[in-house]
């Protein structure tokens, strides 16, 4: 967990960021939604629970009680990082075209909206000319995504 590690948090998932000449990410909430698979990795979290998880067992978390001090409001963005999860046990960070950076978060955040607009694959599209793209592989160990990210931090 990135957050025991150190790091500050803006977001487990959506946020708003801005298209300025240096982008900006900026909190929407600063919740999480974890599994039973989640708690048997992070057990000293279970406490924090503020929900029963419902049919789908998935508990809400608020970071807000666990972090508070990591919890910043916005942050510049530094880079765009696709995760590639592998079963092969192998950990890297390598950089990417623009291509697939724009197929990535284009799959991964516009598509999921109940109504797409053109303006936002534009956003996309100029946001990614402003940072660089890095595709972050690995097998799911908390330890590596961690190291991958600090590496990244220290490059750009």
């Known amino acids: 967990n990135c957050l025991e590690r150190g790091f500050q948090y803006i977001s487990e998932d959506y946020c708003i960021v801005t298209n300025d000449a240096v982008p900006v990410a900026y909190s929407l909430y600063n919740s999480a939604k974890f599994t039973d698979f989640t708690f048997h990795l992070f057990p000293h979290l279970a406490s924090f629970k503020a929900n029963d998880g419902g049919k789908a067992a998935k508990f809400l978390v608020f970071y807000q009680d666990i972090y508070p001090d990591q919890i910043v409001r ?77 590496n990244l931090l220290r490059k750009t």
């Open 74 to 150: 916005e942050v510049p963005l530094k880079a765009l990082v696709s995760l590639n999860l592998q079963s092969d046990g192998g950990a890297g960070l390598s950089p990417i075209d623009m291509h697939q950076t724009f197929l990535d978060m284009i799959s991964s955040t516009t598509l999921q909206n109940p109504v797409y607009e053109l303006s936002s694959t534009a956003f996309f599209h100029a946001l990614k000319q402003k940072l660089p793209s890095f595709e972050m592989t690995h097998d799911g160990y908390l330890e590596a995504s961690h190291d991958l990210l600090l």
